[in-house]
């Protein structure tokens, strides 16, 4: 069986996963998005978090209709239900809100 060599492995995955460059903005931005101080968040959550930011730049940078980022993104939610520590049953529910507000680029906050 043939090695593959990395070269020929990044190109392979640009078809599906699109520019490294391109995925790292759109993964950089979405994080600073979605994550701020005092979310609350376990570090299980955050992470999953990551990698579903990851593979949405992948779905935005590279081939849309490519199952395994879906897969993907469904297997990270599983593993934050998987984990006992981050399950809250609906009357624990902590109000996001009363951490952070999101903001959109105008300034202006989010009702």
Not at 8 to 14: I, S, V
Not at 65 to 88: K, M, P, S
């Amino acid at each position: 069986m043939k090695k593959t060599s990395t070269k020929e492995l990044t190109e392979e995955r640009g078809t599906t996963h699109g520019s490294f460059s391109a995925n790292a903005r759109v993964s950089q931005e979405l994080k600073a998005t979605i994550h701020c101080e005092n979310s609350g968040m376990t570090n299980v959550q955050r992470e999953a978090i990551d990698m579903i930011c990851m593979k949405l730049s992948r779905i935005a940078s590279g081939h849309a209709h490519f199952a395994d980022h879906w897969e993907d993104i469904q297997g990270y939610c599983q593993l934050v239900l998987n984990d006992n520590a981050t399950v809250q049953s609906i009357d624990d529910f902590v109000d996001i809100t009363r951490y952070c507000t999101p903001v959109h680029e105008d300034n202006a906050t989010i009702d």
